[in-house]
């Protein structure tokens, strides 16, 4: 059975590199909007991996790690972090939060290959 990763972005064509990139490797992909949407889509089913953005609307990155780590059922589910942001400052704040790693915007599919097996086979 395919690992299902849930990729949470408010850009659609990010949304759709992602998704088509993991789907290529053999992944199940789930798409959301924005930080809330991810949220409710991992209150309604168990995923394997959470590939978010930092800043979105409604709720940004840092502050869904910190609901996703509030929840039982993903105390311990794998969360990247995808985001332009590459600040010292805001990578501390990503492991505080929870996060399990950090990938820069423009990302090359293949090292996003690699990590993601890395983290969840």
């Not at 996703?68 to 995808?82: A, F, Y």
């Not at 790693?101 to 290959?113: A, C, E, N, T």
Request: hydrophobic share 40%; glycine share 8%.
């Amino acid at each position: 059975m395919a690992k299902t990763v849930l990729t949470v972005d408010d850009s659609a064509s990010i949304r759709q590199m992602v998704s088509f990139t993991l789907k290529g490797a053999g992944y199940e992909v789930l798409e959301a909007v924005d930080g809330q949407d991810g949220l409710d889509k991992c209150k309604q089913r168990a995923v394997d991996l959470v590939l978010t953005d930092q800043n979105m609307p409604r709720m940004d990155g840092i502050t869904l790690i910190k609901s996703l780590r509030g929840l039982p059922s993903h105390q311990t589910t794998p969360i990247l972090i995808l985001t332009t942001e590459s600040s010292d400052a805001m990578k501390t704040q990503g492991r505080a939060a929870g996060a399990t790693g950090w990938l820069v915007k423009p990302f090359d599919p293949q090292k996003l290959i690699e990590v993601v097996r890395k983290v969840i086979g």
